[in-house]
Structures are given as structure tokens and as C-alpha cells.
């Protein structure tokens, strides 16, 4: 069983930065896929950044330029670095865990982000 927990969310002016972190239990953390996905009121929860276990990444393309995604298998923590916010970024942010090539398994319980305009 692996077991995610976020933290770092919180209340922020647009064009403000905040950093989320995720910490994993287990050892299978530097061998998977990690993630971070978001959902805002009334909308369906997105895909916002992916990590490989290479360090291979991507984003979303209304993300890309202001968010960074990085891992550190040492310390078994996934981040997402968040620049310009803007209000649209406003959502509850989730980590997710998944298998090389596989869909994501595991979910934290979320932190919520609020971005004010």
C-alpha cells in the first residue's frame, strides 16, 4: 500500500508562487510514475504535470512555463513549483503514484490552492 500526503497549498495573489509537496511511503517510489493533478469546482479533474522514474516530464499545455515538476527519489517527495499563478489555477491539487506505462493508482487526499485575482 503506498500512502501519498501533500502539503504547501494555501492562498496566494496572482502572479504570487507556491511550491506543493508530496511525500510517498513504500519503496517503490523511485520506480514509478508520479504526478499531479488538479480539479476546480464544477470541473473535472485535469492532468497538470508528470514525472517519469527518468525524470522525464510533461505538462499541460495551460501550465507550461510557470509550473516545474521534480522528484526526489532520496528523500521519496514529488514537487510542483508554481509560478505566475493565475485565478484559473485556482483548485484542490492532488499527487498521484502509478506504475511505469500504467494508469496513476494511488491518490493523496489534496490541498487546496486559491489564487486571487
Known sequence: ??????????????????????????????????????????????LVARITKYGSTNYADSVKGRFTISRDNGKNTVYLQMNSLKAEDTAVYYCAAGPPGGSFKYWGQGTQVTVSS
Do not use: D, H, N, T
Open 1 to 46: 500500500q503506498v500512502q501519498l500526503v501533500e502539503s504547501g497549498g494555501g492562498l496566494v495573489q496572482a502572479g504570487g508562487s507556491l511550491r506543493l509537496s508530496c511525500g510517498a511511503s513504500g519503496s517503490i517510489f523511485s520506480f514509478w510514475a508520479m504526478g499531479w493533478y488538479r480539479q476546480a469546482p464544477g470541473k473535472q479533474r485535469e
